[in-house]
Each structure stands twice: as structure tokens, then as C-alpha cells.
């Protein structure tokens, strides 16, 4: 998998065992290299995702990680979460599953006899629909952002079909003995990774290529 930016002379190469780090020094061309990726790579922006060299669309594609304190996950992949947990409550706690669904109707029964007008309800009840009322979601709201950030990444492999992580300014976040373990663990689940930066201060970890376009617009590669 590559990426192609305008202002590099060759695409950067992204695979699961070493991540990629672009530290952009030029502020000009950093925010525009920003709005560019929030706005997911529209046509012309001069970000072109590729594979096989076949061009990627960036939705569906590529995930943009900008702000490690407030990571969530959208409706679809709640979805299917709560499909795994279904089937998992029908396979592993039957018993419990079936015990419940009719406890939860005996009650709206009941309900229905004492309250002054009939009202309708589902006959059965859709675990999904249990699922959702108790708000049950992975839960990455832990002091631990380095493992916040893993389970993450976790998460979105296995309920979605990422190929790269961006991540915005992650050496800045982590410290370099964290940012080693969380490349190995990466690299051990088989993602690839490029990383964001504005400035060029930080050790290379042995996980990674450094890119680097300084403020002249000067390209520097360090392997």
C-alpha cells in the first residue's frame, strides 16, 4: 500500500511492519495537509491513496486519528458489536438469554393490565434493542491513552476494513519507551500506519521510516 503526496517526490510505502512518520515543517502546507485528511481526501487535494497502484478511496480505507482523549466509534460499527454479542448471549447463556426476554415481557404484560389504556409491544425481544438502551459500548474512557489508543486500533481491525492508521502528532502524545510498544503491538496486528507531525524533534524508533519536509519545502528520508 502507498501514499502519494504533492509535495513528496515518491510515494511513501506503508506496510504493517514499519510505520511511517511525515513530519511536516512548513505550517502552511501542515494545515493544509490536515484540512485535507479531515476532509477525507477529496479529488485534487494532492493525497492519493493507493494499492496494487490502484487508487483507494479514503472512506472505508483509511482511518484519521486526531484526538486520542475523545476516541469513539460510529453507529455501524456499534452494530455489529452488538450482533457479535447476540450471537455470543445464543450460544454461551441460553439459559440466561431466554430467562430474560421472557421476564422482560411478563413485565410490559403486567404493565399492560394495570395501566389505564392498551398500548402494543414487540412479542420479542431484540437483545440489540436491550443492548441499546443500556448504551453498551467498548470502553476506552481509562487514564491508560497509550492501551486507550491500542484497544482502539483493535477494535476498528477487527469490526471494520481499515487498511492504514493516520495518527496527528502521536510522538507528541506518547513517550518513546510507549510509542515502541505500541508499534510492536501494531505491527504485530497487521495494520499500517503513518504518523503526522509539525516539527522534526523526536528520536526515530526502530519501528519507523521518517519523512521529513522542512520549511523550505526541503525533503529529507530517514530510514
Same mark, same amino acid.
Given at each position: 500500500?502507498?501514499?502519494?503526496?504533492?509535495?513528496?517526490?515518491?510515494? !511513501?510505502?506503508?506496510?504493517?511492519?514499519? #510505520?511511517?512518520?511525515?513530519? !511536516?515543517?512548513? /505550517?502552511?502546507?501542515?494545515? @493544509?495537509?490536515?484540512? @485535507?485528511?479531515?476532509? *477525507?481526501?477529496?479529488?485534487?487535494?494532492?493525497? $492519493?491513496?493507493?494499492? +496494487?497502484?490502484?487508487?483507494?478511496?479514503?472512506?472505508? @480505507? !483509511?482511518?484519521? $486519528?486526531?484526538?486520542?482523549?475523545?476516541? %469513539?466509534?460510529?453507529?455501524?460499527?456499534? &452494530?455489529?458489536?452488538?450482533?457479535?454479542?447476540?450471537?455470543? #448471549?445464543?450460544?454461551?447463556?441460553?439459559? /440466561?438469554?431466554?430467562?430474560?426476554?421472557? *421476564? $422482560?415481557?411478563?413485565?410490559? *404484560? +403486567?404493565?399492560?393490565?394495570?395501566?389505564?389504556?392498551?398500548?402494543?409491544?414487540?412479542?420479542?425481544?431484540?437483545?440489540? %434493542?436491550?443492548? &441499546?438502551? /443500556?448504551?453498551?459500548?467498548?470502553?476506552?474512557?481509562? =487514564?491508560? !491513552?497509550?492501551?486507550?489508543?491500542?484497544?482502539?486500533?483493535?477494535?476498528?481491525? &477487527?469490526?471494520?476494513?481499515? +487498511?492504514?492508521?493516520?495518527?496527528?502528532?502521536?510522538?507528541?502524545?506518547?513517550?518513546?519507551?510507549?510509542?515502541?510498544?505500541?508499534?510492536?503491538?501494531?505491527?504485530?496486528?497487521?495494520?499500517? $500506519?503513518?504518523?503526522? *507531525?509539525?516539527?522534526?524533534?523526536?528520536? @526515530?524508533?526502530? &519501528? =519507523?521510516?521518517?519523512?521529513?519536509?522542512? =520549511?523550505?519545502?526541503?525533503?529529507?528520508?530517514?530510514?
Amino acid at each position: 500500500m502507498m501514499v502519494s503526496f504533492d509535495f513528496l517526490s515518491d510515494p !511513501i510505502e506503508l506496510s504493517p511492519g514499519k #510505520a511511517s512518520s511525515l513530519y !511536516i515543517e512548513n /505550517q502552511k502546507l501542515y494545515r @493544509n495537509t490536515i484540512i @485535507n485528511l479531515y476532509a *477525507e481526501c477529496p479529488k485534487n487535494c494532492g493525497v $492519493v491513496f493507493s494499492e +496494487k497502484y490502484e487508487p483507494l478511496n479514503f472512506k472505508g @480505507n !483509511i482511518c484519521f $486519528v486526531s484526538d486520542f482523549c475523545r476516541l %469513539d466509534f460510529s453507529s455501524s460499527i456499534i &452494530k455489529k458489536l452488538y450482533e457479535d454479542f447476540t450471537m455470543y #448471549a445464543c450460544d454461551f447463556m441460553l439459559e /440466561q438469554t431466554t430467562a430474560l426476554k421472557a *421476564e $422482560v415481557l411478563k413485565f410490559l *404484560e +403486567k404493565l399492560n393490565e394495570g395501566f389505564d389504556f392498551d398500548f402494543s409491544f414487540k412479542e420479542e425481544l431484540e437483545l440489540a %434493542d436491550l443492548f &441499546k438502551i /443500556q448504551c453498551l459500548k467498548p470502553k476506552l474512557g481509562n =487514564e491508560d !491513552i497509550p492501551e486507550n489508543i491500542l484497544d482502539f486500533v483493535k477494535f476498528m481491525k &477487527k469490526y471494520t476494513s481499515f +487498511k492504514c492508521f493516520i495518527f496527528l502528532n502521536l510522538h507528541s502524545f506518547l513517550t518513546p519507551d510507549e510509542l515502541e510498544i505500541f508499534l510492536n503491538e501494531v505491527a504485530y496486528l497487521n495494520v499500517c $500506519v503513518l504518523m503526522l *507531525e509539525n516539527k522534526k524533534c523526536f528520536n @526515530n524508533s526502530s &519501528k =519507523e521510516v521518517v519523512y521529513i519536509i522542512d =520549511e523550505d519545502l526541503c525533503e529529507i528520508v530517514e530510514k
